[in-house]
Nanobody, 117 residues
Framework: QVQLVESGGGSVQSGGSLRLSCKAP????????TGWSRQTPGKQRELVAA???????TYANSVKGRFTMTRDNAQDTLYLQMNSLKPEDTGVYFC???????????WGLGTQVTVSS
């Protein structure tokens, strides 16, 4: 079992910024972060940012130009920098990772982001 711990959520006003972090455990597993998703009220879970097979990064149209995903491999940590936040960005944000040996995907418990107008 892989435990991913997200942090950095909170409440901000529209136009504000937050940086989410997701640390994967150091273990015998070969774990690679895959991206971020979110669950917003009244909508289906949405993939916000993800790494592509060619090593690039893809973003949902709704966040392009505002969100940036980066990672610190030395710290096993994935980040999501969120700028120009909008009320519709409100939701629970989840970090994803994959066990490269088994192909099993994991998601964290999520961190709440609330953007007020």
């Amino acid at each position: 079992q892989v435990q991913l711990v997200e942090s950095g959520g909170g409440s901000v006003q529209s136009g504000g910024s937050l940086r989410l972090s997701c640390k994967a455990p150091r273990s015998v597993h070969i774990i690679s972060h895959t991206g971020w998703s979110r669950q917003t009220p009244g909508k289906q879970r949405e993939l916000v940012a993800a790494y592509t097979n060619d090593g690039g990064t893809t973003y949902a149209n709704s966040v392009k130009g505002r969100f940036t995903m980066t990672r610190d491999n030395a710290q096993d940590t994935l980040y999501l920098q969120m700028n120009s936040l909008k009320p519709e960005d409100t939701g629970v944000y989840f970090c994803g990772a994959r066990n490269l040996k088994t192909g099993t995907d994991y998601w964290g418990l999520g961190t709440q982001v609330t953007v007020s107008s």
